[in-house]
């Protein structure tokens, strides 16, 4: 039972590896799907802003708060906003909006190919001329990259809007100050790789949900499965990538 | 299709407004930098840069000025530090300008500072090599102060002792309390506030003297005021006038006596000058000493003979007695 568990893994990764092989040989071929990919783009973007952005926003009021009572007991206070900037930019945002996506975007395109997969439509697509593999998994992949970085920028952004709020529920800062104060602890070093960061975290949740939902099997009950598989994979990947990313920074010292 | 464009256009805005706070927030980040402002890079020499790295703030008076470029070692005891001078700021640092290694707050980053040097010197320019002065070690501090604390705990003790005699020393202290002191000093002063009091008193009485002595009262008075005295004064002066005229007179009177004597063909003259009158002058002298002379042999004589002889002896004897 076990070692059928161990093969059923072992066969998926390498079933995944085949696929993002198939993925970059069919992505960089045209003819290419600009349409749909606006669609997915529009449906993986402006959709998941709202969620994101009020989940950002939380973010960053909520570490403003709970790093205000340590901060204080050192009396460094006036260091709060540099603080949370940095951790919200470097790790909280792009981590936290990875996972929000995973959950609502990963979900949804397991589900939406599950589907089409156990209903045959792939199967007509194919039969009706069209690269269902362009069309379908392509177009989403590349939606997901393009656009975890932007939600990741507006998350941002957001994030600390609401830190600065949370810095003036317990002192008088302007926000003049607060900008000052966050610009010049951030760096370059601080912001890029959490937006290449966003670029995998894309991907990994695109890629994953697409082959979860191209994987299915068993009918509708196959489905929900796919759908939750997909999930759970790209919640798990998002933290691997994660700290294969803190890895490569730290090689390159861009800390 | 109508929904299709609305949904691009929402798309667009959507990724139009994510790409300009990227550029923005990137543009706030450099600008603290100073990636985007052009720039002059200069370097300094320390000898020890106590955790400075690349990036650090330059201050110049505690403005930022620019970031700390490149640190790398040239020597065993020698450390380059490279850093930017926002270009704006140049014409306000001379090439003589100081640079120290400080620290932002007690324990915030390292930092450049550049303390401004003379008003005359040359602008700083590209690849200047300035001054540095020995950064501020808190370690060393520390152990100043320690000594620092040390003395003063030496310096209290001895102001308890000094405190603690001063309490227990009863004659010190009995002289600070003691009232008759005070007393006798306040006695002192009402004395001497007398004596000025007399003192002014006689200033008064001599003034008086004084104004007297102006309008003539008493014998001073008198004496300096009286005019008849001065009238016989100035008659006593015409009177020593006349005695001098008389004299005068007598010394012309003398003037031609003393002319007769110098003239040889009178009487007297003659009598000087004549040497053998002189002569006959000193002859006779001489006769009369040989004169003189027997004559005291002859008074001798007397002396011893008989009948004089007797008085003599007596009159000796009464002179020893």
């Known amino acids: ?255 | 299709m109508k929904e299709q464009t609305l949904n691009r256009a929402k798309l667009g805005a959507f990724v139009l407004i994510a790409t300009t706070f990227l550029i923005v927030g990137l543009y706030f980040i450099g600008s603290k930098k100073n990636i985007f402002h052009s720039s002059i890079s200069v370097s300094a020499n320390f000898s020890n840069i106590g955790g400075l790295i690349q990036g650090n703030n330059v201050r110049f008076n505690g403005i930022n000025v620019g970031v700390v470029s490149k640190v790398y070692p040239i020597a065993d005891t020698a450390i380059k530090v490279e850093f930017t001078i926002d270009q704006s700021s140049t014409k306000y640092i001379s090439s003589d300008a100081t640079v120290s290694i400080g620290t932002d707050g007690l324990l915030g980053n390292k930092l450049v500072n550049i303390s401004p040097g003379k008003k005359k010197s040359k602008q700083i320019e590209e690849g200047n090599l300035l001054i540095s002065t020995r950064p501020i070690q808190i370690d060393s501090e520390l152990r100043t102060i320690t000594t620092t604390n040390n003395n003063l705990k030496v310096i209290t003790d001895n102001l308890k002792d000094v405190s603690e005699k001063l309490n227990n020393n009863n004659s010190l202290w009995q002289l600070l309390t003691d009232t008759r002191v005070a007393d006798n000093i306040r006695k002192a002063i009402v004395t001497f506030k007398l004596t000025g009091e007399n003192t002014a008193v006689i200033t008064g009485n001599l003034s008086k003297f004084v104004t007297d002595i102006k309008a003539g009262k008493g014998t001073i008075g008198a004496l300096l005021t009286d005019t008849s005295i001065t009238e016989k004064l100035s008659q006593t002066i015409i009177n020593i006038n006349s005695i001098s005229d008389t004299m005068a007179i007598i010394s012309g009177d003398f003037k031609t006596f003393s002319k007769k004597l110098n003239n040889k063909n009178s009487t007297l003259s003659t009598l000087l000058s004549d040497t053998a009158f002189v002569h006959n002058l000193n002859s006779s002298i001489i006769n009369i000493k040989d004169g003189a002379d027997n004559f005291n042999k002859n008074m001798e004589a007397l002396k011893h003979s008989w009948p004089l002889k007797k008085y003599f002896k007596q009159q000796k004897k009464s002179k020893q007695n």
């Not at chain 1, 709060?80 to 951790?87: G, I, K, Q, Y």
């Not at chain 1, 975290?201 to 598989?229: E, L, M, P």
């Open chain 1, 1 to 255: 039972m076990k070692s059928k568990a161990l093969t059923n893994l072992l066969k998926e990764t390498a079933d995944l590896y085949l696929f993002t092989i198939r993925f970059f040989k069919e992505g960089f071929k045209p003819r290419f799907e600009v349409s749909e990919l606006i669609n997915q783009c529009f449906y993986i973007g402006n959709k998941t802003l709202p969620l994101v952005g009020i989940t950002g926003f939380i973010m960053g009021l909520v570490i403003t708060i709970q790093s205000h009572p340590s901060m204080k007991a050192f009396g460094a206070e006036s260091w709060l906003p540099s603080v949370v900037s940095v951790s919200l930019v470097r790790e909280i945002v792009p981590v936290i909006t990875a996972l929000i996506c995973a959950g609502k975007i990963g979900s949804g395109i397991g589900a939406e190919l599950g589907s089409m997969k156990v209903t045959e439509q792939i199967d007509a697509m194919e039969v009706s001329g069209t690269n269902p593999f362009k069309y379908l998994v392509v177009t989403r992949v590349f939606a997901a990259m393009l656009m975890l970085p932007l939600l990741v920028i507006l998350s941002d952004a957001i994030a600390l809007y609401g830190a600065y709020i949370g810095v003036n529920m317990k002192q008088v800062i302007s926000f003049q100050l607060y900008s000052n104060q966050i610009f010049s602890k951030l760096t370059f070093s601080d912001v890029l790789p959490s937006i290449i960061k966003s670029f995998f975290f894309g991907f990994a949740i695109g890629i994953i949900g697409c082959f979860k939902g191209f994987s299915t099997k068993n009918g509708t009950q196959g489905v929900g499965r796919a759908a939750n598989s997909a999930v759970v994979a790209a919640t798990f990947v998002v933290f691997i990538i994660d700290l294969m990313a803190a890895q490569i920074a730290d090689i390159f010292s861009i800390t």
